[in-house]
Structure formats: C-alpha cells, structure tokens
C-alpha cells in the first residue's frame, strides 16, 4: 500500500505511531499530483509551499502531543471554497485572479485541527453542471476510465480521490454535486441536512439549496469529515444550532430492524440494467443483515426536475449579479461608461451555462412571469418536502440509486442541457427536501464503471444514513476497488 491509498484513520495511526510524518505523507501526495494531474485534471491550483509548511507545522504539533484525527492529513478543496491567500476561481474566467481576504468556515475549521490543503479541486463553473465540462480550466477526467466525465460539479474532488490525489475533500451539493460524482468515481459522497454545516465563505449558487460535505474514500472518513465541519456558525444565519453527534459512534456495523424504504418512483423503465442489477444486490445484502424493506411513495418525484431549475436558476440569477466588474474578479479593457463595463465583464467572464443560467432565472423572477413560475416551483418544493416527511413516519432511510446510469462520456450530453440536467434526477428532490443523503460504491459496470447507492436520511437524519452505509461497506468490497491510475 502507498502513502497516497491511505484512508484518514490509516494515516492517523501512522501519524501517531511516529511511523511515517506529515511532511513525508505531503509530498507523497503532491509527487503523485505531479505525476498524474496532467492526465486527470482534478486541481485547478496545487498548493506545495503553504502545503509543506503546514506539514511541517503540524509534525510539530504531534511532536508535542496535541494531535487530532485531521493533524497532518493532505486534504483538497473544491475551488468553490474561500482559502485565505490562495486563489479561488469557481472554475470560472470572471474569478479566475480573485484571492480571498478569509476562510470559509468549514475550511477554518478543518485547518485549525491542523489539516494540510494540498490545492484547490476543479468543477463546473460556479457549481452549475454534472460532468466538470462547464470548468474554464478544462474537463477533469474520470480515474476509472479518463474517456468518460468524473460527474459534477464537485467532479474534481471525486476524481482526487478516485485518483488518490489527497486523503479526503470537500465539495458542495446543490442538486447532486457531491452525491453524483461520488457515485461515478466510486468514492463515498456525503450531502448534510441543510443547515448542518455553515455555507460562509462558500461561493454561492444557489443559497437554499446549496451544503458542503465530504468526498471521502470510505464511511469513517465521511464520518469524521462531517464531524469537524459541521455546526452552528454565527456567519451563516442558515446554520443550525443543535449539537454535533460524535458520527464515528454511528458506526457499529448494526441494521438489525432498520426500515428501509424503496420509493417506487425511482425504480423506473429508463433505469440502466446494471444500475438496477446492484441495486437488487444490494437490498440482497441489507435483507442478509436483518433490514427490513417497504415500498414507498415520493409522488412529487415527476416534478423536482423542473422544479428544482426554477429555483436554482431564479437564486443564481441573483447570487451572481455581484460579478460587475466593480468589486470581484475580472474587468473589461476601456469600457465606454458604467453600462458597457457591466455588460462586457460579465459576457467575458461568464461560461454558456452560467449565462444560460442567468437568463433562465431571471425569466423566471421577472413581473408578469413570477407567480407562474418561481412562485409555483415554491408550493411544489413544498409538495416534495411533505413527500419525503411522510415517507420518514414509516422507514427509517430511503434507499435509491444515485444516478439512473454510470459516468457518461466526455462530450456526450455537452450539446443536450436537458440530458445534462436529467442526470441529477434522484439527487435533486433530497435537495429540494432540504434533506441528507449519502453516496457509497455498490457496483462496477461491464466497462468497469463504479455504481453508485444512496441512503436518504430524515432531516439531521446522518448518523442513520452513515450506520447504514457504513453497514453495507462493511458487506461489501466495492469501495476497496482501485481506479487504474
Ligand atoms: N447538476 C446540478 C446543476 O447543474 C447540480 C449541481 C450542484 O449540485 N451544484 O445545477
């Protein structure tokens, strides 16, 4: 086993036992960037001199016996989170020299444990895709097979994993963005409850919508990940103030009696055959292990599509009209007047989607448009809320497949934004719930693509949905499969 293949707990207890130091372990991580990045694409920045010197920072601090489980261990960023003194683009040309006065806290948080940032991980650009292909910086590429898209938008983070490019990552979940790429890089994907953990200093996309959580290489990391970022922030009025469960107690290996819930809605004709194939396997495997299964209905399900690209588009539309030219990023050359600077920055700085983005919310928000659109995806997010609240009075957890097919091919859905958005078809309604869910590897296609499975829990439901996944994981060998990389 390298340096690189090891999960957080591994590479703590080597980092306690003085076995191995957190510089040594660094610059493993950032010689096997160096030697597979050009092919995968996962980072946007590499961060070697801040990274060594806070290896070297945190050596000392094991050296003196103040250590915790994130002390010393190579971590990456979506570059969708605010680092103070390293450049964060979003993926996007209009950010793409922007330095960041502060941290978002979520990062503080991990960084005051003494976890070591290694770079900032690729996307789409400003959240808004599910392949990566949005990203002004170039597609990343799927370590299992680098014909085929990572998923998106957090794709880089996946790919960093499915890589072994970093120990763990965070990425940011609107409508799938951790969950997916999770799936279609066969790593674990963890979306908290909406208010979980602060959105400070996280590039806004959609506000309602949008969580950060980890893309890890198994559930305990999830586990501890979540752990160090979740709580309540004074920064973020959308932050939730009840305690912080120790998530790693969740995992006891125990689903004796678990409710477990198939909503007939997503088990549909247009499922892929494999897809459907682990699937059974795994209800198999949950069956085996004492869960109990009843079908469900999640009726609003046919509408979250929609739904979701009124709000999403009408919050974007918004979020996004601080990019002026005036106070972030970039700035048109010689503009005649306020007006043309506006209009230029953004045509420049601006990606099609973002743009199309943009135009689709604004639509949507305009007078004589609203009530029939963005007022009425709001009573319908309401419908698939209830859905979702009456589904939790029967099971416990929800159990789906996280995408309807494996990774698709790079360039396959660039020219068809309806199939692009189709992909998150069983992510978005979690969302739109404001819900948790959890991503884990339950299969391989005939290509040799991972398969994806999601457990959905109740609102600040995680430490169910992690003892179960991590149940299933202990069942299972899928998350020990190693990309060809
Ligand atoms: N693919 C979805 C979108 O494009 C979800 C993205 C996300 O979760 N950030 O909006």
Redesign the pocket.
Known sequence: MEIFDFTIHELHDRLKKKELSSVEATRAMLARIEAIDATVNAFITVTPEEALASAAEADSRIARGEMDLLTGIPIALKDIFLTKGVRTTCASRILENFVPPYDATSWLKLKERGAVLVGKLNQ?EF????SCESSAFGPSRNPWNTEFTPG??SGGSAACIAARQAIATLG??????IRQPAAHCGCVGLKPTYGRVSRYGVIA?ASSLDQVGPVTRDVRDAAIMLGAIAGHDPMDSTSVNRPVPDYTRSLTGEVKGLKVGLPKEYFIDGLDPEVQQAMELAIETYRGMGAEFVEISLPHTDYAVACYYLI?TAEASSNLARYDGVRFGHRCQDPQGLLEMYRRSRAEGFGTEVKRRIMLGTYALSSGYYDAYYLKAQKVRTLIMQDFLKAFESVDVILTPVTPTPAFRLGEKCNDPLQM?LS?IFTIPTNLAGTCGISVPAGMSSDGLPIGLQLIGRPFGEEEIIRAAHAFEQATTWHQQKAPL
């Open positions: 789409d959240a808004m895709g599910s998106g938008s940011t979940d609107t409508g799938g963005s996309y999403a958005y998150d």
